[in-house]
């Protein structure tokens, strides 16, 4: 059963964390390759992208991606926050359609900095979850913290919560919790901000984003199937 579905979303939201200290050139080349469905609501249409992700203890030098009897779909993805043993690609925003992905076996053609390539492969169906339904979602002066809750999603594997300003950058993550939990609060001392950002200024307009995840129905490794989110607005301290 999905036994370690936590912990992988943990290493997805934490990725920096984890893989700084892992770092290790000697190891036997190994990968993983995961595709998944991105899911969120955009006015009155449910609208859907595509994730790819690419993760390993050796570091890359490039990762494309084909879908088997699709040529006319590659994608090249591109470190994640400059570390080399994690790739990914995420579809624009603006490029969301109302229909799915391409299903079918997704081949995740890596080279590693050392020359070597390794061939990954992840199969995408088109099982997906809806976006998470927020029910309250507000800055609280009398406790100093952001309360969020929302409705269970059908077959959702685990929840998290960030927070985003303006730009689009990510300031807070909270960890992975799992399909009971339906609350989540946090304040200036809570553990999730990111090292690169700071507790956000009185009266700064931000974005609260709540994400439900599916995990893959494998007994071999825990993998994503589809993170669909919801975002609301808040201002800080008021």
Known sequence: M??????????IVFISLLLSSCIDNEVDLTGFGD????????????????GLHAYSYSEFKSVVVNVTGNQSL????????????DFVYTTPLSQYAKT?????????????TDGRTLALYDRLT?????????????YVKQSAAVEVEWEKV????????????QSGKILFVSPAYNNSTTTYSFGSNTQGWQASTSVPAEGQVL????????????LVQDELQCISKTRSEITWGK
């Open 207 to 218: 974005k609260v984003e709540v994400a439900a995840y599916l995990m893959e129905p494998t």
């Open 100 to 112: 799915l992905p391409a299903t079918g076996e997704y081949i995740f053609s890596a080279v590693f």
């Open 2 to 11: 999905k036994t370690n579905f936590i912990s992988k979303i943990a290493y």
């Open 74 to 85: 590659t994608y090249t993805l591109a470190p994640y926050l400059d570390l080399k043993q």
């Open 126 to 138: 088109t099982d997906i979850i809806s976006p998470p339904k927020v029910t309250r979602c507000a």
């Open 154 to 165: 059908k077959l959702a594997d685990a929840y998290n919560v960030k927070l985003i300003d």
């Open 35 to 50: 595709a998944y469905i991105l899911v969120e609501v955009n006015g009155q249409d449910t609208v859907k992208g595509l």
